[in-house]
């Protein structure tokens, strides 16, 4: 498991959902009950991900030549937000929150990520070169100076980091979005539900775009004086033009 990553990435449906059922299949937990059904109300995993999976289509049926880390990120930053108070591990439970398909279409900005960021990302978790050409299909090597990034360096659309109980922290996030919805465009930073617990500052405060796929690069910094040991600290940051609002979930944790 990485820390320093939210997983879940989101929240789809999966509560009570009538669903295609093998007729061969048990229809409910009762060995005596001998009835077969090509339909059945079903919960769980494998009822959301075909909601994720329809959503993915959808979006890319708007914009066929958007990568896969373009289409998630789009995914994640425009889903609707959920309460917190109804679950105590927040965003590890539900992500970047529940899925939003009609704002999926018009992000505003993307979060990209491609496959020599995932080689890095290996290279920092000890995966060596065999493993990764293994996962990756082809002949990897680890690129100077991964041994020096970290997990949260990662250019993802959410921003998670572990601390240790009861020390102070500062915790630096870099992150690039690239413009996929107007051509002159200013966005600014707001952060959301700012907890008293941790200070965060974005720099810079607005990014301005002269054009469609132009990219522009901001750090997110978190301070803080130290968390109780198995404490979440739940924030989010939202970028606006206005038009769009592109949302990404922050979130520091402590555990021994």
Avoid at 24 to 52: I, W, Y
Avoid at 92 to 111: D, K, M, R, T, W
Avoid at 120 to 148: Q, V
Wanted: with cysteine.
């Amino acid at each position: 498991m990485l820390f320093n990553i939210i997983q879940s990435d989101i929240s789809a449906p999966g509560v009570d959902i009538l669903a295609a059922f093998s007729p061969l299949g048990a229809v409910s937990n009762d060995p005596e009950d001998k009835r077969q059904a090509k339909f059945n109300v079903v919960s769980g995993t494998s009822m959301s991900c075909p909601h994720a999976a329809g959503v993915a289509a959808y979006v890319k049926s708007f914009h066929p030549n958007w990568s896969p880390s373009a289409i998630k990120s789009a995914i994640m930053t425009t889903a609707w937000p959920m309460n917190s108070s109804k679950n105590k591990d927040v965003e590890f439970a539900f992500g970047s929150e529940h899925i939003n398909p009609v704002e999926a279409v018009n992000p505003g900005l993307v979060y990209e990520t491609f496959e020599q960021d995932y080689i890095i990302m290996l290279c920092i978790m000890g995966y060596d070169e065999r493993n990764i050409g293994k996962i990756s299909g082809n002949i990897s090597t680890c690129p100077k100076g991964s041994d020096k990034a970290t997990p949260k360096d990662l250019n993802y659309p959410s921003m998670a980091a572990q601390v240790s109980p009861g020390k102070s922290f500062t915790i630096n996030f870099p992150r690039t979005v690239t413009n996929v919805g107007l051509a002159n465009s200013t966005y600014k930073a707001k952060i959301l539900q700012n907890s008293k617990i941790v200070s965060i500052r974005v720099m810079p405060e607005s990014l301005s775009f002269k054009s469609l796929n132009e990219k522009k690069s901001f750090s997110v910094t978190v301070t803080g004086n130290g968390l109780p040991n198995g404490a979440i600290v739940s924030t989010s940051l939202m970028w606006s033009d206005g038009n769009h609002r592109v949302r990404s979930p922050i979130v520091v944790h402590s555990q021994e």
